[in-house]
Every structure is written in C-alpha cells, then in structure tokens.
C-alpha cells in the first residue's frame, strides 16, 4: 500500500513533442503528489505538485493531471527541449499527518531529441 | 539565499567503518529529512528530524541513526558499514510544505 508505481523507466521524444509520465498509487490517504526532477550528480528539484482536491494543475510547459478515482496521476510535458532531459520521479505523501515522508516512485529516464 | 547543503561531496569508506553525513537546511526550513538513492533508483525515506527529534523512520536498521541540532542542521550517520550501504544520501528540508533537496552525498564503501 506504500509503494507508488511510476512507468515507463525510460522516454525518448523528439524535440518539440508531448512527453508523458505515468503514477500509480493504492493508499487514499496520500495528500500531496509532487513530481521531481533530478539531473545527473544533482539532488532533485521540485518541478510541480498537486493536492487531490483539483483534477489538473499546469505550470509554463509542465502540467499535473490527477485522477482520483483510479488513484492515478501523470506529468505532460509539452514542447520537450533537449533540456528537459533528464530523470523525472513522482512521489506521494501523507501531508495531513503532520509528516512529509516522501513515497518515491522508480523514476524516468527522458531523453529528448535535438 | 543558500538552499540545502551537504558535506562531503563524496566519501569513500571501508566496509566496517562508521560515517558521519552532514546537512545544512534551507534557511526558514526547520523539518530534515534523509533519503537514500541507489543508482538508479528513488530515493528512500530513512528518517526525518523535527524540534531536534526523531519523527518519523523508514525501513533502515538501527544502524542508521541520526541528530539534529537547534540551528535545524542535521547529521547522519552510519555504523558498520555495508557494501550496501553504498549510495547518494540526500538531506532535504521543509516549512510545512515541498521538500528542498540538496546535491546529495555520495558514499562509495569499498
């Protein structure tokens, strides 16, 4: 029930295209999903997140879908750049608890194509 | 104004030995949390910190342990190392919100 399962491992678009992310999750008790990104020797970076409570949430090229019926959720990104590329984690947590123990999925690997 | 900071950078240990990670928050951020990535993987949740307490522990045996002092900075460390126990060790920090990670540490144990 703790584990959020992310697909596909690796991604590979062409500049300019729609690239898309997939998570799973089973506990209904999770509040907070966040999506991260993280570049080779760095620590991820916090890119965009979402609270159950809205179905969509979209930032510049970067937009959160959220389906919470299927306990479901996914990361587009529009107009991929060579950039982007990287490794991308989702993750959920349990905020109302008062903790922020972070449940990661697998991650991953974009890489987009000049 | 300086994100989460991590020391060292890199370590390399034998396998037996103790290590001591260090961590900085974010400036405001008073709750610490540390994970652990193997490669090519998600981080891990090991422990987090709040108030200079343990609150909340994942799924490492006690030879994990951690502290956290009252300027919120924090330390991990690990006793008799495993070659398992080689990883990147991320500290991140937060307000009640998001979680600011750092660069990480990276431990190789030979």
């Known amino acids: 029930q703790q584990q959020v399962k992310q697909s596909p491992q690796s991604l590979i678009v062409q500049k300019g295209g729609i690239s898309i992310i997939n998570c799973a999750y089973e506990?209904?008790?999770?509040?907070?999903f966040p999506w991260y990104q993280q570049f080779p020797g760095k620590g991820p970076a916090l890119l965009i997140a979402i609270r159950p409570d809205v179905s969509e949430k979209k930032e510049g090229r970067f937009t959160i879908s959220f389906n919470k019926s299927a306990k479901q959720f996914s990361l587009h990104i529009m107009d991929s750049q060579p950039g982007d590329s990287a490794t991308y984690f989702c993750?959920?947590?349990?905020?109302?608890?008062?903790?922020?123990?972070?449940?990661f999925g697998t991650g991953t690997r974009l890489k987009v194509l000049a | 104004d300086a994100g989460v900071t991590q020391s060292p950078t890199h370590l390399i240990k034998t396998r037996g030995q103790q290590v001591t990670l260090r961590c900085s928050p974010k400036?405001?951020?008073?709750?610490v949390s540390w994970y652990q990535q193997a490669l090519g993987q998600g981080p891990q949740f090991i422990f987090q910190?709040?108030?200079?307490?343990?609150?909340q522990r994942g799924n490492f045996p006690d030879r994990f342990s951690g502290h956290q002092f009252p300027n919120y900075s924090s330390e991990l460390n690990v006793n008799a190392l495993l070659l398992g126990d080689s990883a990147l060790y991320l500290c991140?920090?937060?307000?009640?919100?998001?979680?600011?990670f750092g660069s990480g540490t990276r431990l190789t144990v030979v």
């Open positions: 400036s405001g951020h008073d709750t």
């Open positions: 506990n209904t008790a999770f509040d907070y």
């Open positions: 993750a959920a947590s349990r905020q109302a608890s008062g903790t922020y123990k972070y449940i």
């Open positions: 910190y709040y108030e200079e307490e343990e609150r």
């Open positions: 991140a920090s937060t307000l009640r919100g998001g979680y600011t």
